[in-house]
């Protein structure tokens, strides 16, 4: 016999699977040349499309670690709600498919959010792809990418994942590179899906030459502590508790383990993170519960 508190869980997650449904299957109508990459204009399968993808994103419902989790976890207790279920393996391989499709998502999760002011946030946080107890014999998507890099807490082995979220947290844009990149050129292919603004970086950024590429390619104001003075300047506090929402964003990407993706492939790796972001931007826009 379930518990009140398992019962109100279950209908939690299924309040939440119709509401991530309905998006993305609303979205998949409104954009039906999205699909042209099947083979045949006729081919719709029986599982479509959408339950592919709400599958995956209720890993963040679920608050599970691995994609696999997710899937059994569906397929043990709300299998009834996807008729057609396949195999897990049939349903990675379909939703590793949907990769180009999935990131128009992370943006169109945003369709309900506030956006209006131009003021954005930069930063990066490490992907790593094993831990460091293992740095010395890993070399996992080494041939797509993985790399060292070292930030302010060590050295890791992966990639970076670099975001352009606006001031309220929403994620705009993101990118992912080998761990070895240098900051500043990701920071610049996120700044051209902008119209223009002021965006807030850390120490990370800077230099005239940067400042200014960033400022005649794309119409963005670069400020970083440098430009408020010293340490107990007003001026540097207020871009620090400003610049402590981009730190929030990653804390709450933590929570839904994407530092733990368990991919093999590069296609694998930056489609699990992309759904991890449009998770984020759902809670954010208030299309789900945080």
Same mark, same amino acid.
């Given at each position: 016999m379930k518990s009140i508190t398992e019962e109100a869980r279950e209908v939690g997650v299924e309040h939440e699977m119709t509401v991530i449904y309905s998006f993305v299957d609303d979205f998949l109508k409104a954009h039906p040349t999205l699909a042209h990459w099947r083979r045949s204009n006729n081919n719709q399968p029986?599982?479509?499309?959408?339950?592919?993808? $709400?599958?995956? @994103?209720?890993? /963040?419902?679920?608050?599970?670690?691995?994609?696999?989790? %997710?899937?059994?976890?569906?397929?043990?207790?709300?299998?009834?709600?996807?008729?057609?279920?396949?195999s897990y393996g049939q349903w990675i391989a379909r939703l590793h498919q949907l990769t180009s499709l999935i990131g128009h998502l992370v943006r169109a999760a945003l369709h309900s959010?506030?956006?209006?002011?131009?003021?954005?946030?930069?930063?990066?946080?490490?992907?790593?792809?094993?831990?460091?107890?293992?740095?010395?014999r890993v070399r996992l998507l080494s041939d797509e990418g993985a790399a060292f890099g070292k930030n302010s807490v060590g050295w890791f082995y992966g990639f970076k994942l670099h975001l352009l979220v606006h001031y309220t947290g929403a994620?705009? $844009?993101?990118? @992912?590179?080998? /761990?070895?990149?240098?900051?500043?050129?990701?920071?610049? %292919?996120?700044?051209?899906?902008?119209?223009g603004g002021t965006v807030l970086a850390d120490l990370g950024y800077p230099g005239e030459e940067f400042e200014q590429t960033l400022l005649e390619e794309a119409d963005l104001l670069l400020i970083t502590p440098k430009h408020a003075g010293e340490k107990g300047d007003h001026r540097r506090t207020l871009i620090s508790s400003l610049r402590e929402r981009v730190e929030t964003?990653?804390?709450?990407?933590?929570?839904?383990?994407?530092?733990?993706?368990?991919?093999?492939?590069?296609?694998?790796?930056w489609n699990t993170v992309k759904l991890k972001l449009i998770h984020y931007n759902l809670c954010q826009s208030g299309t789900l519960s945080v």
């Open positions: 029986i599982f479509t499309d959408a339950e592919v993808i $709400t599958i995956a @994103l209720l890993q /963040g419902s679920l608050k599970v670690a691995t994609l696999k989790d %997710a899937y059994r976890r569906i397929a043990e207790n709300y299998r009834t709600a996807f008729a057609h279920l396949c959010a506030e956006l209006w002011d131009t003021l954005y946030l930069v930063d990066s946080k490490p992907i790593p792809m094993c831990k460091p107890v293992r740095h010395g994620i705009l $844009t993101a990118i @992912l590179t080998p /761990g070895n990149w240098n900051d500043r050129d990701p920071g610049l %292919a996120l700044a051209w899906s902008l119209g964003t990653f804390s709450s990407l933590y929570n839904r383990f994407i530092d733990r993706v368990l991919s093999r492939s590069w296609d694998g790796l």
